[in-house]
């Protein structure tokens, strides 16, 4: 897909063919994101229990061909970027979506990327409230980026995620925690809420 977004884009420069194009791409980056990362969540597995040790031999494999899929994913998430932008695909504004989008297949990855950090160190118990600081940490680095760029909708988007991150840990994560453990979380998240309430103050005009 990547191959041929690039000729398209360089050399037949045919506006059907990059439509179709462009839209197949955002159909093989869903692809990824569930059932690729899950085959690739299913090899970790793999690599780190053996099941069939006897028969087979177990390397590293596993586990980088992760990292060579992420390169793939970023090269094909940007030749649809710029193929969109430099034969005007689509007349409609995207900018909103495709940033939205950007940051929402970002967040996927590192969170699927915990996971498997998680996993291969032996803490797989932390998945839960590894992933909400992960996503409070992205939440306060897009509002950062909003400000920045002065993008009202990314600080929207940030603030919204933020909300979400409160929810699941007050429904779900904190329940089996230990009392110093909900201090810690409840004192990182007022921090995280006073550096915003800091920077929106300084920088609102």
Known sequence: LSVLTFINMK???NETLGKINVLLNLLGIIVFLTVG????????E????QPGAKMYDYSAF???IRYV???FLGILLYLSLQSNKHLELF???????????????????LSSELINILDLSGSNEQHKLGLSILAGLYSFMMVGIGIWKKKQFIRIAAFSLFGLVLVKLFLYDIAQ????????????LGAILLV???MYNKFKD
Do not use: D, M
């Not at 990362?37 to 970790?44: C, G, I, N, V």
């Not at 504004?93 to 970002?106: D, G, P, Q, S, Y």
């Not at 925690?177 to 990182?188: D, G, R, Y």
């Open 177 to 188: 925690l230990t009392t110093i453990a909900k201090t810690i979380v409840f004192i990182s």
């Open 46 to 49: 793999s690599y780190i229990n």
């Open 62 to 64: 596993n586990i980088g």
């Open 69 to 71: 899929s992420y390169v």
């Open 37 to 44: 990362l899950y085959q690739l969540s299913a090899l970790r």
């Open 91 to 109: 007349k409609i504004k995207l900018n909103v979506i495709t940033e939205l989008i950007i940051h929402t297949v970002i967040l996927w990855v």
């Open 196 to 198: 915003i309430s800091y």
């Open 11 to 13: 050399k037949t420069k």
